[in-house]
Every structure is written in C-alpha cells, then in structure tokens.
T-cell receptor, first 115, second 115 residues
Framework: AQSVSQHNHHVILSEAASLELGCNYS??????LFWYVQYPGQHLQLLLK??????LVKGIKGFEAEFIKSKFSFNLRKPSVQWSDTAEYFC?????????????FGKGTKLSVKP | DSGVTQTPKHLITATGQRVTLRCSPR?????VYWYQQSLDQGLQFLIH???????AKGNILERFSAQQFPDLHSELNLSSLELGDSALYFC??????????????FGPGTRLTVL
C-alpha cells in the first residue's frame, strides 16, 4: 500500500533559521506531490505542488520543495522562517493515472517558530 | 478562502446519534472528497464522489455514508456515533477525478464532538 512518511513530528526553530522538512513516499509509479499547511484552527491550504518538469518547485510565502525521484523524497524548505510560519505541515501524494484520486497524507510535522 | 464551504463548523452530539455534514464544492468542481482528521490516525481518506457518482472508498466505516446531489453539494452521514468518531471532517473539491493533474482545495472542516 502507498504511504507517506514525514520524519519529524515537531520542529522548533527561532525566527530567521532555515527550515527543511522531510517527506518520503512509497509508490513505484508516477506521482503528484503536494505540501499543505494548516495554521492553528484553520483548514488545509495548498503551499505548493509538483506534477512534472523542474523538480524544484516554488510555492507561496517563500516555500520551495525539491522532488528527488531516486530517493522518493519531496522535502520542503524555507531559507528564513518567521513566527507566522508556526503551523502544521502535511506532505501528500496522489498516484498519477490510477483510478483513485484521493490524497495520501503523511502524519504531519508541527513547526513552532520562536520570536 | 478556498471557495469550498462546509456546515456546520462545530457539532456536539451524544453517542448513538446520527448527524449530517454538508459540503459545497468550488464553482466548477465536479469532484468531492471527504477526509477525517484525528489525533491518532492523522488525515484519512473516506470517500470520493464525482458528478453525483461514488468513485472510491477509503477507510470509511459502514455506519458512515455519503452522497452528492445534482447541484454537486455533498453530504456525509454519520450514524450510531461513538466516542471515537470525534474528529475534524474535511471535504475537498477538484475539477476532475482520479489520476489527473488536478489539485484538491479544502474546506474549513466540521469539528464533531461525540459525548
């Protein structure tokens, strides 16, 4: 069965620190990849997505992610975090071309940014 | 604001009861997905409807059912509620279905508390 692993359950950083959140998936075929963010008490918002082409994708709010096919990874990065980035981050995978269109989510990583 | 609406925002009910959660997709979206978010299970896919027809089922209990109406809004019915059904229920919508390169946009969720 397909699965998504997010390595860090909780990350605590100071403002201006760099961020990298790991995401690995298990699926042998082509996938669409997503990062969603959930601010406290809010719904999931799309940060960025990868369908094809340049493996380095840029999203909103200065976030970017790199797809490394050989490592089945799609890590999220931000050079300098702000207090307002405090949220939970979810990596999600959708197998491409299959009969099911649902997303498979990782368990999420909580990011706390200290001012 | 993603354009996906969900009602009610909060629902408190007792064990054994039945509730209905409602979702209206973004204008033009034909697919509606339902997800359950709980502390222990994370974000789990429940069921997918496309243009009124059920397309896929995930980890949905037999006590739960859903439908999508001609105006494309969807309802998730939860019956014989148990304490463990307390969770956030999200719906998401997208333009197409299955393995295409479409993006799911999430609603604000319904927080269900079963006492």
């Amino acid at each position: 069965a397909q699965s998504v692993s997010q390595h860090n359950h909780h990350v605590i950083l100071s403002e201006a620190a760099s961020l990298e959140l790991g995401c690995n998936y298990s699926y042998g075929g082509t996938v669409n990849l997503f990062w969603y963010v959930q601010y406290p008490g809010q719904h999931l918002q799309l940060l960025l997505k990868y369908f094809s082409g340049d493996p380095l994708v840029k999203g909103i709010k200065g976030f970017e992610a790199e797809f490394i096919k050989s490592k089945f990874s799609f890590n999220l990065r931000k050079p300098s975090v702000q207090w307002s980035d405090t949220a939970e981050y979810f990596c999600a995978v959708k197998p491409y071309g299959g009969s099911q269109g649902n997303l498979i989510f990782g368990k999420g990583t909580k990011l706390s940014v200290k001012p | 604001d993603s354009g996906v609406t969900q009602t009610p925002k909060h629902l408190i009910t007792a064990t054994g009861q039945r509730v209905t959660l409602r979702c209206s997709p973004r204008s033009g979206d034909l697919s509606v997905y339902w997800y359950q978010q709980s502390l222990d299970q994370g974000l789990q896919f429940l069921i997918h409807y496309y243009n009124g027809e059920e397309r896929a089922k995930g980890n949905i209990l037999e006590r739960f059912s859903a439908q999508q109406f001609p105006d494309l809004h969807s309802e998730l019915n939860l019956s014989s509620l148990e304490l463990g059904d307390s969770a956030l229920y999200f719906c998401a919508s997208s333009v197409t279905t299955s393995g295409g390169t479409d993006t799911q946009y999430f609603g604000p969720g319904t927080r269900l508390t079963v006492l």
